[in-house]
C-alpha cells in the first residue's frame, strides 16, 4: 500500500519546462489561504476599529508565519511536484494547518495564540516530510533537501519553547520574540540552496506569485463592495462615486503589478535575485491586504458601527500606509530586477507623495471621502506611466 502511495518518485523538474502552469491542486490550496489572509486582515479591521493601533504590530507578525508557510509549499512545489497520492495529502494536511491559523486569528489577537501555533507547525511538519521524502528519491538534491527537513524541525521544535515560555509573557517581548524566531525561518532556505539550488521554475514561480496577489486583491474588491452597499444604503449618489473610486484603486494596483516582468527577471535562476523577489513579497501581500481593511474601514463610515465612531480620516490613512507600503515595495524589488533605474527613483516619489496628499486632503474634513480615494488612484497609476512599456522592463544580465 505503500509502495503505491510513493509510486512515482519525487525528483527535481525541468527548470525549461515548456508550458509550465499552476496545477489544479496548487489552486485549491491556495483556496485555503483566501479564508486565512481574509480572517487576518478582518482581525487587523476590527482591531483598527476599535482603535487598538498597536495590534498593526499582531498584524505583520501573524501574517508572516502564515505567507511563509505558502511560500515554502509554493517554491517546493515548483521544483520537486509530482503530484500523486502521496503529495496530495500532505498538500491537504498543509491545508487543514492552515484553516486551524485562520480559525484562531481572532484568538491570536486577543492573546491566544495556540491555535495559530499549532496550525503552523502541522503545515512545516509537512512539508519537512516532503523534503525528507525528495531527499530520498533525488540523490542530486539529497542534501539541499535535508538540510530543508531538518532545519524546518528544528525551528518547530523552538516554536513548541517559545509558545510555553512567552503565553504568560507581556505583549511586547512576545511579539518581537515571534519576530526574531521568524528570523531563523527565514534563514533555512537560504543555508539550504547553498549546496545545491533546488530546480525551481521561474515562470511557474511568477506565475504562482501572480495568482496570489489577485486573491489578496480580492479582499480590495469586498472592501469596495461593502462601501456601495453601506453608503448606497444612504443615498445612491455617495455610492457612485467612491465605488468607483475604490474600484479604480483596486485596479491600478492589479495593473501596477502585472506591470514587472517577474517571470523572464527571474529566468537566469539567480539565487538573490529569486530570494530578495520572494522575501520581498511578504509586505506586498500584507499590504494589499491591508488595502482592504482600509476599504473596510472606509466602508464603516456610512454605517452604524456601534459604540466606536467611524473615521475617513483613519480609513483614509490606513489606505495612504498600505498602498504606499506595496508601491515602494515593488519598486525596491522592481529595481533589483529590472533594467531601468531612472525613473524607480521617480517611481518611489509618487508612492510617497501622492498618499500622503490623499491623507492630507482627509485631515483638512473639507473634501468627501471618494477625493482622497481618487487622489490614492492615481499614485499606481502614475507608476504604471513611470514603468513604461514592456522594453523598458527588460530583465538583469546575471552577474
Known sequence: M???????????????????????????YDLVFVVAIG??????????????????????GIFLPMWWAWMNYTWFSSAFDCNDTHFRLLSMVQMFGALLMAAGMTAFFNGDGLLCVLGFIVMRIAMASLWFRAARDDPQYAATARR?????????????????????????????????????????????????HTPWHPHHIAERYGLLTIIVLGEGIIGVSNLIMNAGSIDILHALPVGFTGTVLIFALWWLYFKVPFAEALHDHNLRRGILFGYGHYL?????????????????????????EASPVLATITLAVAVTAYMLTLSVIRAAVVANGSNNLLACAAAVVLPLLAAGLALTHLLPLWVSLLVLAVAPMVMVCLYGGSSDNAPLVAT
Request: aromatic share 10%; charged share 15%; hydrophobic share 55%.
Open 284 to 308: 506586498i501581500f500584507a499590504s494589499l491586504a491591508a488595502v482592504g481593511t482600509g476599504l473596510e474601514l472606509a466602508a464603516d463610515t456610512f454605517a452604524d458601527t456601534g459604540e466606536h
Open 148 to 196: 530543508y527537513a531538518y532545519g524546518i524541525l528544528i525551528m518547530q521544535a523552538i516554536w513548541v519553547l517559545w509558545y510555553l515560555v512567552t503565553r504568560d509573557m507581556a505583549y511586547l517581548p512576545r511579539m518581537f520574540s515571534m519576530l526574531l524566531f521568524m528570523g531563523g525561518e527565514l534563514l533555512v532556505p537560504v543555508l539550504a540552496e547553498r549546496i545545491r
Open 39 to 60: 480572517a487576518c486582515a478582518s482581525s487587523l479591521h476590527h482591531a483598527l476599529a476599535a482603535h487598538h493601533y498597536l495590534d498593526i504590530l499582531t498584524y505583520l
Open 2 to 28: 505503500i509502495r503505491r502511495l510513493l509510486a512515482t518518485p519525487m525528483q527535481g523538474r525541468d527548470v525549461h519546462e515548456s508550458h509550465r502552469a499552476a496545477t489544479p491542486l496548487e489552486l485549491f
